[in-house]
């Protein structure tokens, strides 16, 4: 009933930029957080970065002053703008949102296929 669709993931150079999209579909009722994750190889899944309908973000200590989450809550997207990019913040990016499908009275995750992102020279 929904599905979360990344874009925007590739291979970029040390101290380069991506941004990366992720729209929502499906029966949605309402959305009330999307966000970031990333895994990388032998790692567990961590937070990156997520925001609210209302727009109050949180940020993984590593990305602050570098990553940027914004939303446009009309076309039920998310995205993550990276900026100074390193080799580290190589990983899966997956896309999350906490929402509530239409006809359900309870929010319930949601999560991307994920985006390779990859920081090399």
């Known amino acids: 009933q929904v599905q979360l669709v990344e874009s925007g993931g590739g291979l970029v150079q040390p101290g380069g930029s991506l941004r990366l999209s992720c729209a929502a579909s499906?029966?949605?009722?309402?959305?009330?957080?999307m966000g970031w994750y990333h895994q990388a190889p032998g790692k567990q899944r961590e937070l990156v970065a997520t925001?609210?309908?209302?727009?109050?973000?949180n940020y993984a200590d590593s990305v602050k002053g570098r990553f940027t989450i914004s939303r446009d809550n009309a076309k039920n997207t998310v995205y993550l703008q990276m900026n100074s990019l390193k080799p580290e913040d190589t990983a899966v990016y997956y896309c999350?949102?906490?929402?509530?499908?239409?006809?359900?009275?309870?929010?319930?995750?949601?999560w991307g296929q994920g985006t390779q992102v990859t920081v090399s020279s």
């Open positions: 999350y949102a906490r929402l509530k499908v239409a006809g359900w009275g309870t929010n319930a995750d949601y």
């Open positions: 499906g029966t949605i009722f309402s959305i009330y957080a």
């Open positions: 925001i609210t309908r209302g727009g109050s973000t």
